[in-house]
């Protein structure tokens, strides 16, 4: 069984940085997919990037050149730095593993942490 912790979170004015992390027990990172998703109150979980079965990371469209995903094998933890934060950022995050390099699909997901609050101010 894989457990997924979120941390991270917090209030940040825009134009600020938060580094998320998402640490892992019960299996090893690397030999899985994994992606960060944001969902805020009233919409569908939205993905925003993550990390292939190679390594290979990617990004969506509103967080490319803002965030950077990242993986630390020995701590088993996934990383979300986000530079630049905007208001339209503020949702809770979450990291989860998927079964294939489908990460963009919330179904090919097998296990989610509990999420992270990140709000941005303006």
């Known amino acids: 069984q894989l457990q997924l912790v979120e941390s991270g979170g917090g209030l940040v004015q825009a134009g600020g940085s938060l580094r998320l992390s998402c640490a892992a027990s019960?299996?090893?990172?690397?030999?899985?997919?994994t992606g960060w998703y944001r969902q805020v109150p009233g919409k569908a979980r939205e993905y925003i990037c993550g990390?292939?079965?190679?390594?290979?990371?990617m990004y969506e469209d509103p967080v490319k050149g803002r965030f950077t995903i990242s993986r630390d094998d020995a701590k088993n933890t996934v990383y979300l730095q986000m530079n630049n934060l905007r208001p339209e950022d503020t949702a809770v995050y979450y990291c989860?593993?998927?079964?294939?390099?489908?990460?963009?699909?919330?179904?090919?997901?097998?296990?989610w942490g509990h999420g992270t609050q990140v709000t941005v101010s303006s």
């Open positions: 990390i292939t079965l190679l390594g290979l990371p």
């Open positions: 989860g593993v998927a079964r294939s390099d489908r990460i963009w699909i919330p179904a090919e997901y097998d296990y």
């Open positions: 019960g299996r090893p990172l690397k030999t899985y997919a």
